[in-house]
């Protein structure tokens, strides 16, 4: 149960840090006990060096990396080799860890011409209190020619209530011919409160539409009758029952109770 409950709260601890020897349910969360910050910044430091060696690619959403990897053939590893700036991608996702000096430097970074610092820039803010100001510098961004950007400021705007802000990007990811984009949309639409879904009713047309679209990787749409019985059948039933039944539909009725 408290593991669910962490999976599940509004917002997470920002950094983990358990003694698994004496709390093997990992109940007690020990990042910000004084005692073991010297711990604490040592790993992170071994986390954040492994990362930047391997190019981990958890750093870059996943709608992004389809795009980016067309420049590679479709090959995710190469856009992580090829990844000049992944210390400064880094460097933007770890800034909620900083408190108020962080929140400073994600609104630098919202104007970045790196689409995932554009990203992490604007998923850093969630973990603050959002003024106006703050979301008259969104607003744009949900215009920004990336999905995982234009997604990230829908959902900032949504999760502040200004739904109205955010229906374009939402809409045009629900149109993409990236399984991906339509699966966020809906995910982000799964997490909303009545009151925002209500406003949101408009999206229907949309959200049916997504449902219908056979395509899953725009530009790299495999050969699906020349793929092996098994992936023909992964490839299914990833965008008819993750994404169909699980996201989009579900997303259909709570629209329509609201």
């Not at 430091?45 to 981990?56: G, N, S, Y």
């Not at 979301?135 to 215009?143: A, M």
């Not at 899953?216 to 490839?235: H, K, N, R, S």
Request: net charge negative; glycine share 4%; hydrophobic share 45%.
């Amino acid at each position: 149960a408290y593991t669910a409950y962490l999976i599940w709260q509004a917002k997470k601890p920002f950094e983990e840090l358990y003694d698994i020897e004496n709390d093997p349910e990992e109940m007690a969360n020990l990042a910000d006990d004084p005692e073991y910050s010297d711990l604490k910044d040592q790993m992170r430091a071994q986390l954040f060096a492994w990362m930047i060696e391997t190019r981990d690619l958890g750093l870059i959403d996943e709608t992004e990396m389809i795009v980016r990897a067309t420049e590679y053939d479709g090959v995710n590893y190469e856009v992580g080799a090829h990844c000049e700036n992944y210390a400064h991608i880094l460097e933007t996702a770890d800034f909620p860890r900083l408190g108020e000096a962080g929140r400073a430097k994600l609104l630098d970074r919202l104007d970045d011409p790196d689409s995932a610092v554009r990203y992490w820039a604007i998923t850093g803010l969630m973990s603050y209190e959002v003024e106006d100001t703050v979301l008259q510098k969104i607003g744009p961004l949900v215009r920004d020619e990336l999905t995982s950007v234009s997604l990230a400021a829908a959902d900032l705007l949504c999760q502040n209530n200004r739904p109205a802000g955010a229906m374009s990007a939402l809409k045009r990811a629900l149109q993409s011919d990236l399984l991906w984009a339509r699966f966020r949309a809906g995910a982000n639409l799964s997490f909303y409160r009545r009151e925002v879904l209500a406003q949101m009713k408009a999206l229907i047309p949309a959200l049916q539409a997504a449902l219908d679209n056979p395509v899953c990787y725009g530009p790299f749409e495999p050969d699906w009758d020349a793929l092996i019985p098994p992936v023909q059948t992964m490839y299914r039933e990833q965008k008819n029952t993750i994404v169909g039944q699980w996201v989009l539909q579900r997303v259909i009725k709570r629209i329509e109770l609201a």
